[in-house]
């Protein structure tokens, strides 16, 4: 995924315990403000224990202790990640029709999620054939 899509929040986070785990946190507390607690406060059924593990949970209570933390929603990302399992449906075989009803969208928000790709892929290929100014 480019980093275009991912928040200030959502790096640090994902270089501090890796992306698995800022995954699973993203996922469970996507929009929300969690607390850090210490890393002294940190026990078997703390919420953070229980879903990363307390290796990870300290790790991110050192950095963040005793601050509330603002997880991102990481729309754009849940989007990009949609349309491209929507494209690869597509390409597959399935009707438009089909990917709409399954995706809850409509049929023209479908067509125009493949021809944006379409688009996409087109420009890309016209720029992979052009010359530099100094290419010879």
């Known amino acids: 995924m ?3 899509h ?7 986070l994902e270089m501090l315990v ?3 785990a800022a995954e699973k ?3 469970e507390y996507r929009g929300q403000e969690v607390y850090i607690s210490a ?3 940190l026990h078997d059924e703390h919420k953070l224990v229980k879903l990363l593990g307390l290796d990870v949970a300290k790790r991110l209570s050192y950095y963040w202790q005793d601050t509330i933390l603002t997880l991102p929603i990481q729309l754009a990302k849940t989007l990009t990640e949609r ?4 494209v690869a449906k597509h390409k597959a075989g ?5 990917l709409a009803k399954a995706y809850g969208l409509h049929v023209r928000t479908v067509r125009k999620i493949i021809a944006k790709y379409k688009t996409d892929q087109a420009r890309a290929a ?4 052009q010359l530099g100014l100094f290419d010879y």
């Open 2 to 4: 480019p980093d275009r």
């Open 39 to 41: 890393p002294d406060k």
């Open 83 to 86: 349309n491209h399992e929507i």
């Open 94 to 98: 399935a009707d438009t029709n089909e």
């Open 18 to 20: 890796g992306h698995d």
């Open 6 to 12: 991912k928040t200030k929040t959502y790096v640090e």
């Open 25 to 27: 946190l993203i996922n």
């Open 126 to 129: 016209y720029a992979r054939m």
